[in-house]
């Protein structure tokens, strides 16, 4: 039962209008009357919460957990103060990222003043190759693992896996990522990753419009998110037990 409610929490994650009982049956494939009983017991725990018209959302306590877990990431912890400082430094969105096997998952993300990039938000997962941060994970993963993610997401699209086989030899020469795949027009990335003491693995990126990660703008944005990453490694160092 517990994996049944996991599958309705799961499916609230991505219907921000919520389901009924019937639109949650028929998302998780779980029957109807289980459904129902599912969302009642999670509704009278706080975990979702049910609207005059009917519709379930997830409730109001979810945010405690979520600050609860997110207390408890010493990533985050250390790194906020400094994505915060970058962000008011170069007017743009940063971002802090992680890997789960094939996908980057934002951990943190601050809106610049400047624009605000919504494509990728806290919590949510893209492709390694669909973002600055994914890419600058894949520009620090070993070959072999490298290779099985290629196999996995581009299988037999021989094109692709070239050409990202050769944009993530150029990343791991000069220790940054360029991508705008994804992002809307005028709009462009460069992401950074950093590891801590144990080999844990994160990435973190600005996004922005296109004149700073133009010539000679370049440079500079540049040398501020790899300066910000190195701060990041040391203050892990600090914070270590």
């Known amino acids: 039962m517990l994996e049944k409610a996991v ?21 998780t494939g779980i029957n109807r009357s289980t459904t129902f009983r599912l969302l009642a017991s999670l509704d009278q725990a706080g975990l979702v919460a049910r609207d005059q018209g009917g519709r379930y959302r997830l ?28 962000r008011d430094e170069t007017g743009m969105t940063t971002l802090l990222a992680t890997r789960e096997a094939s996908l980057a998952r934002c951990l943190l993300r601050l809106p610049g003043r400047e624009v605000d990039v919504l494509t990728w938000t806290s919590g949510e997962a893209v492709r390694l190759d669909g973002a600055a941060a994914g890419r600058a994970l894949l520009g620090r993963l070993e070959i072999a693992v490298f290779d099985r993610h290629l196999a996995e997401t581009l299988r037999d699209e021989t094109a692709q896996q070239d050409a990202l086989r050769i944009d993530i030899d150029s990343i791991r020469q000069r220790g940054w990522a360029l991508d705008a ?10 992401g950074v990753a950093l590891t801590d003491d144990d ?4 990435a973190i990126s600005v996004s922005g419009l296109d ?5 000679p703008e370049l440079e500079r944005t540049v040398a501020l998110v790899t300066e910000a990453a190195g701060a990041i490694e040391r203050r892990l160092r600090f914070a270590a037990p």
């Open 59 to 86: 409730g109001m306590k979810m945010l405690r957990y979520g600050a609860a877990v997110r207390l408890n990431l010493d990533i985050i912890r250390v790194a906020e103060p400094v994505l915060a400082a970058l």
């Open 211 to 215: 004149h700073h990660f133009a010539t």
């Open 181 to 190: 795949s994804g992002l809307p027009l005028g709009i462009n990335s460069v």
């Open 7 to 27: 599958r309705v929490l799961d499916a609230l994650l991505d219907a921000p209008s919520g389901f009924t009982p019937s639109e949650a049956a028929e998302a």
């Open 199 to 202: 080999g844990f693995l994160w």
